[in-house]
């Protein structure tokens, strides 16, 4: 890995002089900094690409890949069965061992009961019909607005920074590496900050995602994470970037020392831009069960989540946390809209897609 210095943007509140990297990601003989760098910068093609049907259906395959022994669990109790009683309780277990908590099974038990006497049902495939609506109903206000949606342009402020945030091995940095090549197939042009400077490891991880998509990394050996993403939104401002995604070392809810350095970061980012970060997504993974809850709870009040990536779904997750999530958000006494952005399924660069609520009911019970 070839490294290319440039010079430092040196953060006021630095105490110690480093030395910042760009590394220069794209294979082959590495170019001398100055045109050949810009080149790496420069706007792809600015029509954005729209997701091809074939994309989309093989994301549905994959997400209901991962959820088939929640969707088997739940679609074979409806199956011959008469709607009695016995189905509620039946549901009731299953949407338990789904993950999705005690809170909100109870409250959808509650729901389905309520509205299967109103509307008067009669049969398991029609409970099994409102469940998919009162679900979809749920967790709708988990799906917002993208502010990057390409198919809905809004002018944004550039760079557009995203931090990202959440427990060890959650998957923030293989998403990054995901988002960063979706971005640019919007037509964006991408900087990766490594905000991870505990571990070589990691900061080689982001370099190599860096080096898949052909996007410079902003990195620097040790030293405060919040000092490394200060520079890095400088150096995107300077080449007109459109997205800088930072990624932060990963840190449990309950080590307060980590979680007031990651409100550091957040702190430090808005002062090399006031309006910045625009947007802070917690990384879940979604094989995490009950204990997302907390999670999303804890660094909500540390850094005014405004979004979610749920990750892993291709594995053994069972899906029904999202339900857990929405009902937990649904509670809160002043409640602010908190979106999934994107769900992950799988390891690979294309493995990451928009968050749709009807999509994930349908894999669920369809
Ligand atoms: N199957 C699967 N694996 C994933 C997914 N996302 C991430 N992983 C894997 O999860 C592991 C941890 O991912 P990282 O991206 O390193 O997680 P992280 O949150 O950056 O971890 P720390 O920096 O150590 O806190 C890696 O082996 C990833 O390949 C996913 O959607 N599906
Ligand atoms: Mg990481």
Do not use: C
Not at 72 to 91: C, N, V, W, Y
Not at 125 to 153: F, H, M, N, S, Y
Request: proline fraction near 6%; hydrophobic fraction near 45%.
């Amino acid at each position: 890995m070839k490294l290319i210095e440039f010079t430092p943007i040196l953060a006021p509140f630095m105490v110690r002089s480093r030395v910042l990297h760009t590394h220069r990601t794209a294979r082959g003989t590495p170019p001398t900094f100055g045109t050949q760098m810009l080149g790496l910068f420069k706007k792809s093609a600015p029509d954005p690409k729209p997701e091809t049907p074939a994309a989309r259906t093989s994301f549905l395959a994959r997400l209901k890949e991962g959820l088939k022994n929640t969707r088997s669990q739940l679609t074979g109790l409806f199956a011959g069965r008469k709607l009695d009683e016995s189905l509620f309780e039946d549901l009731e277990s299953a949407l338990i061992s789904a993950d999705t908590g005690m809170d909100a099974t109870t409250f959808l038990l509650r729901q389905l009961r309520e509205r299967a006497r109103k509307e008067r049902l009669e049969t398991a495939e029609q409970l099994k019909g409102l469940l998919r609506e009162i679900l979809a109903e749920l967790l709708a206000p988990l799906e917002q607005p993208d502010p990057l949606d390409p198919q809905a342009p809004k002018k944004l402020p550039q760079p557009f920074v995203i931090m990202l945030a959440g427990v060890n091995g959650a998957g923030k940095t293989t998403s990054i590496g995901k988002l960063a090549k979706l971005f640019q197939h919007q037509g964006r042009t991408v900087l990766l900050a490594a905000g991870d400077t505990f571990r070589a490891a990691a900061r080689e991880q982001l370099i190599a995602w860096g080096d898949k998509n052909g996007v410079a990394v902003i990195s620097q050996s040790g030293g405060d994470p919040a000092a490394v993403i200060f520079d890095a939104v400088h150096a995107a401002r300077a080449r007109n970037i459109d997205i800088l995604l930072a990624d932060t070392a990963g840190r449990l809810p309950t080590q307060q020392h980590l979680m007031e350095e990651v409100r550091k970061i957040k702190r430090v980012i808005a002062k090399a831009d006031a309006s910045a970060p625009h947007e802070v997504w917690l990384v879940l993974d979604a094989n995490t069960g009950q204990n997302a809850l907390n999670q999303v709870r804890i660094f909500d009040d540390a850094l005014g989540l405004t979004g979610l990536i749920l990750t892993k779904l291709d594995g053994t997750a069972k899906g029904g946390v999202l339900a857990g999530i929405a009902y937990a958000r649904k509670q809160l006494a002043a409640p602010r809209p908190l979106a999934i952005r994107y769900l992950g399924v799988g390891e690979g660069l294309d493995d990451l897609r928009p968050f749709v609520a009807s999509d994930f009911v349908a894999a669920l019970l369809d």
